[in-house]
């Protein structure tokens, strides 16, 4: 190897030896970094580790935990009802409606329609308003007949067990003196020869019509003279001509009045719910274990709830499993007691209005009801508010309980529904026919959504929600179109609208005689067996009316009705 190529190799070695040195210094540095970044990452993560064990889980829901205050910041539900804009009091344009039952000039009068030889009994079936309606169609069947009505004979072997009769319910007396005109009523069936006529019994279909009931009890009517229809609830068509529609009216808001002692009781407790306030509002609150049952809803009370009204469920052998979520979507179960108190306080109801409960053994006690005491703590019922003397002579009996109850529902500034039976439905017609008094009616389709989401939402969007979704179920006058519903519920054909009405007073029918009721406007033509509990839970509400004729109506008969 010669001189000058041991020279031209050096300067290619320092360059090897420069490029390795780089690499190599390159390399040592990316692996401190590495190391450095895994250093620090692995520090975060220890920090995170000690911080999660320290602090309290996201999913801590007792009392003081972050989550819960913040809930109670985001829905925090006010003291005081908000300001609407409108009178919590009345219905807008209630003025220009009035009741009017008088009958056409075409209506007969009993001394002229009657048939000297026909007689009509009736055994109503079911609660105090369940029976009530059977009354009402009963001396409506016996118009239709041309028949001396029996003064109806109540149900004394239905759930209740209640033992009393007519008389010691309603007024015998007013009952009979206020439809002579429309219809003959006595006390007793006359004997023949000294002993009693044991009538022939049948039992129409319900909804029946009146060619139905010509067709089915009028020839048993001409043969023998005298006829019984049993369990007579909803035995007549719910669509009937206006004469026939105001007679209804007349038995229900004029000629059946309870007894003294029943109004003077229900008198009484409007007096001293009066004491507390100007203004007060009824709730029916409807939340009982039997209700529950029926309803097949679901409450969130685990094991222990499932079994407690499963077991009361079986009394009703020919319902069907139920889907407690099913129901609860579309609207037919009942709110919560807390629930009520939450779209009350959204629809402006502050915790100072005095509220009267209607309401047998909820479910659950003291505990379900404490939300509703605490949202608004001037809470009444009748054990609260008379004595235990007061309440003796009525206590035992069912029916009486309930008429007293009905008596200051109805007189009540706002009634609050809680479900849409029977009680329900008679006091909203009640309501409309005397005034268009405020009926709030939850709209439990729409709410049920809006109470499940409610912790993620502040007050102000719940409460507004809330009143959008009432619009309609207020007990306003232009809610429910002529038609629409059950008539006891909806009675247009006894509703006139005072066109010239201009905003003044307008004097409502009075309730006491046929004579102050005939002094009012002229007629405007265009105008089963499973424990008697509850009413069409198991149909929904547009089910259009099965006709008499429609074998789907016997099967009816396997649901009873509550209140």
Known sequence: MTFH??????PQ???????????????????????????VSGCFLLLFFIFSLLAPSPFNDKVGSPLKSHRRLVFHVPANGSSLGRDLWSSNHAQLYYGCTNASDNFLNSNFKTHPNRYLLIATSGGLNQQRTGIIDGVVAAYILNATLVVPTLD???????????TEIF??????????????????????????????????????????????????????????????DYRLSNRLDADLQRLRCRVNYHALEFTKPIQSMGR????????????????????????????????????????????????????????????????????????????????????????????????????????????????????????????????????????????????????????????????????????HKPTIRPNAKKLFRLFMDKNVRTWEAFASRVRTYQVGFMGEPDELKPGMGEFHENPSSCICQDTEAKGGEVTYPQKQTRDSLEEGSDMDDKNGDVGDMLEELLLPEEEEEKEWSNPLSNNMEQIQFLF
């Open 268 to 435: 009484l407790l409007v007096e001293r719910m009066r004491m507390k306030n100007i203004h007060f509002v009824a709730l029916h609150l409807r939340y009982e274990a039997d209700m529950l049952a029926f309803s097949g809803c679901y409450y969130g009370g685990g094991d222990r709830e499932r079994r407690e009204l499963g077991e009361i469920r079986k009394r009703w052998k020919s319902l069907h499993a139920s889907d407690p979520d099913k129901g609860r979507r579309r609207g037919r179960c009942p709110l919560t007691p807390e629930e009520v108190g939450l779209m009350l306080r959204a629809l402006g109801f502050g915790s100072d209005v005095p509220l009267y409960v209607a309401s047998g053994e909820l479910y659950g006690g003291e505990e379900t009801l404490a939300p509703l005491k605490a949202l608004f703590p001037n809470f009444h019922s009748k054990e609260t508010l008379l004595t235990k003397q007061e309440l003796a002579p009525f206590a035992p009996f069912s029916s009486r309980m309930a008429a007293i109850d009905s008596i200051v529902c109805d007189e009540s500034d706002v009634f609050v529904t809680n479900n849409n039976g029977n009680m329900a439905k008679i006091l909203a017609g009640r309501r409309r026919y005397f005034g």
């Open 171 to 232: 007024d015998v007396d007013q009952f009979i003196s206020f439809l002579q005109d429309d219809v003959r009523i006595i006390k007793e069936l006359p004997s023949e020869g000294g002993e009693s006529v044991i009538p022939y019994s049948i039992r129409v279909p319900r909804k029946c019509t009146p060619a139905c009931y010509e067709k089915r009890v009028l020839p048993h009517l001409v043969k023998r003279n005298v006829v019984q229809l049993t369990k007579f």
């Open 5 to 10: 190529s041991l020279k031209r190799k050096k």
């Open 13 to 39: 070695s320092d360059k090897l030896t420069f490029i390795r040195v780089f690499i190599t210094n390159l390399l040592r540095r990316r692996y401190l970094h590495r190391l450095l970044v895994s250093a």
């Open 156 to 166: 004394q072997k239905s759930y209740w067990k209640d033992t009393s009769n007519f």
